[in-house]
């Protein structure tokens, strides 16, 4: 199985920075695709950026130019540098990532449990 947890949300005023990392634990072969996803109360989660094993990244309009997503294959580590904060980036973000383990064939979805950003205006 394998287990992820999000870490270094809190609370910024607009304009600040925060960086966000994920940290995939247990019997891990291969992790393919990585990505942040957000959520605010009551709304679908929203995919924010994703970084393939080759390191390719794609951003949502909303942030290109202000966030920063990349990986540690290494340390099967995910990381998110945010700058520029504005108060609509406030929300719950997720760590999702595409991994492979010894107890399934096939890889699977795994996801963290979720980190709070809160941007003050």
């Known amino acids: 199985q394998v287990q992820l947890v999000e870490s270094g949300g809190g609370l910024v005023q607009a304009g600040g920075s925060l960086s966000l990392s994920c940290a995939a634990s247990g019997r891990i072969l291969n992790i393919y695709n990585m990505a942040w996803y957000r959520q605010t109360p009551g709304k679908q989660r929203k995919l924010v950026a994703t970084?393939?094993?080759?390191?390719?990244?794609t951003y949502t309009d909303s942030v290109k130019g202000r966030f920063t997503i990349s990986r540690d294959t290494a340390k099967n580590t995910l990381l998110l540098q945010m700058n520029r904060l504005q108060p609509e980036d406030t929300a719950v973000y997720y760590c999702?990532?595409?991994?492979?383990?010894?107890?399934?064939?096939?890889?699977?979805?795994?996801w963290g449990p979720g980190t709070q950003v809160t941007v003050s205006s």
């Open positions: 999702n990532m595409v991994a492979q383990s010894p107890a399934s064939t096939l890889p699977r979805n795994y």
């Open positions: 970084i393939t094993r080759a390191g390719t990244t």
